[in-house]
């Protein structure tokens, strides 16, 4: 049994020239089956013969025919073309990628093959019987490989490329390493084989053709002339031969900065000005070195390093280290020194040792600083002023002399004033020009020990120039208070106290302070030094013992005792003083505990206790309160049972002060109502908008009067008013009064103009009123009553 493969004339001879055809082991290539020639071999050691066997197959990647790619051929010996074998396929990408024709054993490619995406795929073949589907041959494994062509162009995965190279490189120094990839297989001819090239960028950069280095091609070059430069780079396959497949990218390389410029100020001379009243670290200006680089290399110190303001002022460095900045170091004086003049240095931080031969890398300058005059306030010869003084200083004495002037070169007059709130109760004055400060009035350290006194002083041209300062006198102690005893001022002495018993222990207090501390001595009045009853022992130690001298002591025969004590203090000039001391006699328990100090009680009933009293008391409390609620009660039932509110009664009197608009006034009263009482509720709501009524109309609704005979409008208004009285007079509510309301329709907007009678006492003639039945319809019940007289009718209340 032998194998074969069998391909198209043309394939076949293109693929034996470039990959070979079929590697067939351990069979021969034309299929003829090996055999054995070794008879004398053992059993053991005989192999087994095989119908087929291969090893793999060769294939170009990207088939771009319209028909399926063929493969190869597989054959059995067995098959004897009367198709009982059928061929299977089995293994990666049978039956999608690859197919094989099961009665002739063609195997075709029917997707497109790439071998960047795989590069080999593993088959499994076999014959078997068609009818029985037994293997009539064991399966073999063999391997389609797919063979490269030149199909993918270098690509840069990490472009474009950003770089940076010091200003200044030396030619050849290295910028940045750029690879690019090719998907091709390197392992097969030059269609991975990558070389570099720069496109754009010369003179500036070139590349390495095989590493892709990018270096430096031009020296010297100078950031502050040009920072950044673009090179564009292109990887070729194929060696760079043509027909090879071409990638290019982009690197933007900047130039970083070295130190390599020296500083250099702008201005040769700096004037600045400063008042002379700026305090202590304003201010005063900044200068500026200025230096081509940047970053760090461009960071200043500035010091005054000459002149004659050297100690006057200060220079140092802003937070961006760029600027220096002058401040004022100590108090300036127009007067004393008006100008200064400072020469300031300002020298790069960072140096480089390469640059230094571009150096030196600092710059000097000369600063002028005038200073400019200030119309100061006064200034005092003192900071602050302690004074002491003695309490019974005279009233008139001089406490100090303050003394101020004015620093400005006019030395303007200085007037000297106390403020006010620093001496509220004016213990103080000071003369106004000499400065003298005195006392207007008598000092008490007991009283205020300290006085916080504050100065003015104010030029005399210029009263805004206000200085001040503050004195502050301490009033010393003198002994000018007696002492007194202090807290107890009475005792108790028990009716059976002994003789020689100690009642009570006496302390006297001084206000006054000496240096010494306080000593008291005590001793009885002398009008008191032989009293029989009580005595005195001074402790020597600012204490006194009030001693009895007697026993057998009786509230019946005497209460209180009055003793008189004598003290003095120990310093000069001695102070005394005499206090009495009260001592009442009461009653005590054997273990000394008071019972009582008062001789009347023994005195009041046994049957009379507190609680008694505290009883009659409040009975005598809850009969007031009965009286008080009884005559409260009566008063309530005299007044009048009265149904309205109580402002409603009194004289209700409507006055409508001012003149209608006649006809013209629609916001007046509506008269109809008088006219047609069943009417008036309807428009009540139709009131007034510019004025509110004095009370609440008293009209209510009533029923339409019944009249009887004469139905004239006169009637209709003489049957409203006689039932409203009806009205009034069943009411038990209603107000004992009448309710007058009067209502003038006239106005200067009606046809009779003003009807006012306050001028018409001024004519004596008489009025004609014919002319009355001329006005219309509205003025026919007021011709109606002057010119004739009508008839009433009866009118009954429905």
């Known amino acids: 049994m032998g194998d074969g493969l069998h391909l198209p004339a043309a394939a076949s001879t293109l693929l034996l020239a470039a990959f070979g055809v079929l590697t067939l082991l351990p069979h021969s290539v034309v299929g003829k089956p090996v055999e054995e020639e070794n008879a004398g071999s053992s059993a053991l050691l005989q192999r087994v013969k095989r119908g087929w066997v291969w090893n793999q197959f060769f294939v170009l990647e990207e088939y771009t025919g319209l028909e399926p790619l063929y493969i190869g051929k597989l054959h059995s010996d067995m098959d004897k073309g009367d198709g009982s074998i059928k061929y299977i396929l089995t293994g990666e990408g049978a039956g999608t990628t690859f197919t094989i024709d099961d009665s002739t054993g063609d195997i075709h490619a029917i997707q497109r093959l790439d071998r960047e995406v795989k590069a080999q795929y593993v088959l499994r073949a076999q014959a078997r019987n068609r009818l029985t589907d037994r293997p009539l041959e064991p399966e073999s494994e063999f391997i389609v490989k797919i063979q490269d062509i030149n199909d993918n162009e270098p690509r840069f995965l990490d472009g474009p490329y950003q770089a940076t190279v010091p200003e200044m490189s030396k030619i050849g120094t290295s910028v940045i390493q750029l690879t690019a990839t090719d998907a091709d297989d390197p392992t097969y001819g030059n269609s991975a084989r990558v070389v570099y090239s720069i496109l754009e960028g010369q003179p500036y950069f070139s590349v390495d053709p095989k590493t892709g280095v990018v270096r430096v091609s031009l020296a010297d070059m100078d950031r502050e002339t040009r920072e950044n430069y673009t090179v564009v780079i292109q990887a070729k396959d194929m060696g760079g031969q043509l027909g090879g497949l071409a990638g290019t990218t982009t690197v933007n390389i900047t130039l970083s900065d070295v130190n390599d410029n020296p500083p250099m100020f702008d201005q040769r001379l700096y004037q600045m000005s400063v008042p002379e009243s700026a305090p202590v670290g304003s201010v005063v200006g900044r200068i500026w070195a200025k230096d081509r680089d940047i970053g760090v290399n461009a960071e200043m110190k500035y010091s005054i390093i000459d002149g004659d303001g050297r100690d006057t002022f200060d220079i140092s460095t802003d937070p961006t280290n760029l600027f220096g900045i002058i401040t004022v170091k100590k108090p300036l004086n127009f007067e004393n020194k008006p100008s200064y003049t400072l020469k300031v240095e300002g020298a790069n931080t960072h140096l480089d040792p390469t640059f ?111 200085a001040s300062v503050s004195v502050a006198v301490k009033v010393s102690d003198v002994n000018d208070n007696p002492p007194s005893l202090s807290h107890y001022l009475e ?64 509230q019946h025969d005497q209460t209180v005792f009055y003793l008189p004590i004598f003290i003095s203090d120990g310093e000069q000039p001695v102070q005394t003083s005499t206090s009495t001391l009260t001592i009442r006699v009461c009653s005590c328990d054997h273990e000394g505990n008071i019972m009582s100090c008062n001789a009347e009680a023994y005195s009041l009933p046994a049957s009379l206790s507190r609680g008694a009293l505290i009883a009659i ?14 005559l409260s009660l009566r008063a ?18 409507v006055r409508y002060d001012d003149e209608g608009g006649g006809e013209e006034d629609t916001e007046a009263f509506d008269i109809a109502a008088m006219w047609n009482p069943r009417e008036a509720h309807h428009h009540l709501a139709k009131m007034r908008q510019d004025m509110l009524p004095e009370i609440e109309s008293l009209s209510r609704y009533v029923p339409q009067a019944c009249v009887m005979g004469g139905g004239g409008s006169d ?57 009355l039945n001329d006005w219309g319809p509205r003025f026919k019940k007021l011709a109606e009553m002057y010119g004739s007289n009508d008839s009433e009718g009866s009118i009954c209340p429905v």
């Open 356 to 466: 230094r031969h571009r150096g030196p890398f600092k710059d000097v300058t000369i600063v002028h600083v005038s200073v400019e005059d200030v119309d100061e306030p006064p200034l005092f010869d003192s900071p602050a002023y302690l004074i002491e003084l003695p309490e019974d200083a005279e009233v008139g004495t001089v406490v100090k002399t303050v003394s101020a002037r004015d620093p400005d070169a006019a030395n303007n007059t200085v007037r000297y004033s106390i403020e006010r709130s620093s001496d509220p109760e004016k213990f103080f004055y000071i003369e106004i020009t000499s400065g003298a400060l005195m006392t207007v009035r008598s000092l008490d350290r007991e009283e205020i020990g300290w006085h916080n006194i504050t100065v003015l002083a104010m030029e005399m041209n210029n009263p805004s120039q206000i």
């Open 491 to 554: 005792a108790v002495v028990c009716e059976n106290a002994k003789a020689g018993q100690l009642i009570q222990t006496v302390t006297a207090v001084d206000p006054d302070e000496p240096l010494g501390g306080q000593h008291f001595y005590y001793s009885l009045a002398p009008e008191a030094a032989n009293n029989p009853n009580f005595t005195l022992r001074d402790n020597q130690d600012n204490t006194a013992w009030i001693l009895t001298r007697r026993g057998d002591w009786s």
């Open 617 to 630: 008391l409040a009975c005598i409390f809850v009969l007031l309160v009965m009286i008080l609620l009884m």
């Open 636 to 653: 309530h039932r005299k007044k009048p049972y009265l149904c309205d509110e109580v402002e409603n009664v009194h004289e209700n009197i």
């Open 715 to 771: 009637s209709n208004v003489h049957g409203y008013v006689l039932a409203k009285l009806l009205e009034a007079d069943f009411d038990p509510c209603a107000p004992p009064y009448d309710s007058l309301q009067t209502y003038a329709y006239e106005g200067e907007g009606s046809v009779a103009e003003s009807l006012s009678s306050l001028q018409s006492g001024t004519s004596n003639t008489d009025h004609e009123y014919d002319y």
